[in-house]
């Protein structure tokens, strides 16, 4: 779903990781919050989330190029993609996708019934019935009908052209599912607490650059005729920015305090705040390349919480035998 004014000097390979990166790291603070205190997060999570981030991102993208393919045709950065161009037919594909969510599914089956259970009823909920892929299809759905599209795409990160301006609450609520699987994928369950104050603050996150993305392409909007966030904001996008940043750092906030963060976690916090700051204050919506930055750093601001939350984590009390037995002890005599 996100994809730069075409540029020959950007690296490609930006473009590529950026939307991997922001699909991983919900997933990444998740896990990080359900390691045992005092413990480093669970590596092992950790790269079956990162290995099915770059799939489920390949498959989103493969998903939305079939989907998209006419108004990748209208839009002259993407005219050149590889189906609207006429370079890979449909069926080729639909064989390609099929291999991507096959390595998928068996990432999907190292997690614990719970979280395998989540992800399926999940896509199964958000899917078109011709087009049994994952959630990533309900991007393409929600741009045309809606201004906040973006509140839907969590498990994806294709780059649905002008589509891409269109999802911005769709993609939220789907793009930021991996904040309520990592911590079911280490505990077995969902801390409600926890979970959905952080999937909340995800959410917000990708309102606030994904509209920030979606003022590329607002001109294209207007000629084909989609809806955006970036269209509806307009002049007012700044102040928009600004209540889901407090939004965002309100709930990160709750998370902190639910999960008995320390001192790490909220330095971080504040950098984090910072940079939402910077971000939004020196934001030229009507220069795509500034867009185009300001988008890609928020790749930055996760790496930034996610550090946070591991060295508060770090700095918890490791619950050894003696600790636990003290605890116990301690409710018994209240």
């Not at 991102?57 to 209208?74: F, L, S």
Request: hydrophobic share 40%; aromatic share 10%; with cysteine.
């Amino acid at each position: 779903m996100f994809d730069p004014p075409r540029n020959p000097v950007r690296p490609t390979k930006t473009i590529i990781k950026t939307g991997t990166w922001l699909l991983y790291l919900p997933c990444t603070w998740s896990i990080g919050l359900a390691a045992e205190p005092g413990c480093f997060p669970d590596w092992y999570m950790l790269s079956l989330f990162g290995t099915g981030a770059i799939l489920m991102r390949g498959a989103g993208c493969t998903i939305n190029d079939m989907w998209d393919q006419d108004y990748d045709k209208k839009v002259t950065r993407t005219a050149s993609r590889p189906i609207a161009a006429g370079d890979i037919s449909t069926f080729q594909s639909f064989v390609f996708l099929g291999g991507q969510l096959t390595l998928a599914l068996g990432v999907l089956l190292c997690l614990n019934y719970y979280s395998s259970g989540s992800i399926i009823l999940t896509s199964c909920h958000h899917l078109p019935t011709n087009e049994k892929n994952y959630i990533l299809a309900s991007i393409s759905l929600g741009q045309g009908f809606t201004v906040l599209p973006r509140l839907v795409s969590n498990l994806s990160s294709s780059d649905p052209p002008a589509l891409a301006s269109q999802s911005a609450g769709i993609t939220g609520l789907t793009f930021n599912w991996g904040a309520l699987l990592g911590w079911s994928a280490i505990k077995g369950s969902c801390d409600p607490s926890v979970c959905l104050p952080l999937y909340f603050s995800g959410v917000m996150w990708t309102l606030i650059y994904d509209t920030i993305y979606a003022h590329q392409d607002k001109r294209d909007d207007v000629l084909i005729g989609l809806k955006s966030t970036a269209l509806r904001f307009g002049e007012n996008t700044k102040q928009w920015l600004s209540s889901f940043s407090v939004a965002m750092l309100g709930a990160l906030s709750l998370v902190g305090v639910n999960s008995g963060q320390t001192a790490p976690y909220y330095t971080a916090l504040g950098a984090v705040g910072a940079h939402l700051v910077h971000q939004i204050y020196t934001l030229d919506i009507h220069r795509p390349e500034d867009c185009w930055n300001k988008f890609i750093s928020n790749r930055t601001l996760g790496l930034i919480l996610f550090l946070g939350i591991v060295v508060g984590n770090l700095c918890k009390e490791k619950k050894t035998d003696k600790t636990k037995k003290s605890i116990e002890n301690r409710i018994e005599n209240q």
